[in-house]
């Protein structure tokens, strides 16, 4: 189904000279989504969105950039209240900046809640308090005057602001009506191009498409523990699961840098090591859930979310530890 006012967002891009061959509906899991009209060839303009309907801050940390975004949310009669009318509700966004406190320590994990804690929210509160005014280019107070907003209500715009922004130039992020509504599929089926020469964003097919698909593009190669702290779903569709990043045997929590995934191989002793390391992190990790306790269900997606999260990561470490013990297993100790 499309709301009355995601049907007037359509259209409104359409009066302003937008093109698309889709439109706004939700998926069989009930997650709202871009799905095509018409069947659509490989190589065909799906989504044109010019220039004058995108937003755009600063590309800096997003607690940073968050003013501009909150100024826009507080203008009467912003230029794109028919985009703004759709965005998604502050209980509708999640990511590790308004992670719910109470269920930080069920990410059972030292890297993940530091991440949350020490990263995300610090960031966060600490913007909210007026700590990073010196490096911003417009403050809290500049954006919406003497108005009182909340810390969860900053750390929902921020959340936005940063599940929902493009990099299609290098110094800004960008919010694009109808694009941001496309869901991730690592796939990486179709394409975005923000190249200059068309005054605007362009999605084109990356494959034939029925009429009726869903239209996803990629977010990036992440794993699912990246993916419920940049935008609070995980990888349902690898199978089986990938190793959580901080898993990772070249997980630094220090450098964001993208890791490998290239199976370890060899040789014998790295091979014997890695196992051990894998052992080592499923027995803390399911004493550390035993000492837990059950999820509360005061949120029950992110409850749902969070189970999920550790049965990936159990799945995910078992059937690596299989794999490697089958390597020294079939080589017979002659990796
Ligand atoms: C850029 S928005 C995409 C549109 C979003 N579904 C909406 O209705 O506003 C990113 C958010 O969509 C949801 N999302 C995107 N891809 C998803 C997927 N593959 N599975 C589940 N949720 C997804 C997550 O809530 C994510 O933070």
Redesign the pocket.
Known sequence: YITKDEQEMLDWISQEGGEFKVTISR?S?G????FTTQDVRKGELLIYIPDHLVFSVRNVPAAEGAPLLLKELFTPCSRLTPYLR???RET????GYNFPEEYIKFLADDNLELQVRGSFKKHCRSTFEGQNDENMMTTIPEAIGSVNISLPYFEYVV?MLS??TFSLRRDALSMVPLL??????IRDINQLDSSRAYRGVRVVAGKDLAKGEEV?IT?GNMRSDE?LL????????TDPPRLLAVDHRNYNPQDGAELPDVPLTGPEEEVRAEILRLKDILSQFESRLQALGPIPNTNPYVADLLQGLHEQRRRAVRHELARLQGLLAAHGGDL
């Open positions: 998926t899991a997650v709202r989504g871009v759709v965005l998604p509708q966004v999640l990511t959340s599940s929902r941001d509504l496309m869901n991730h599929d996803t977010y993916l940049y935008y609070g779903f995980l990888d349902t569709i």
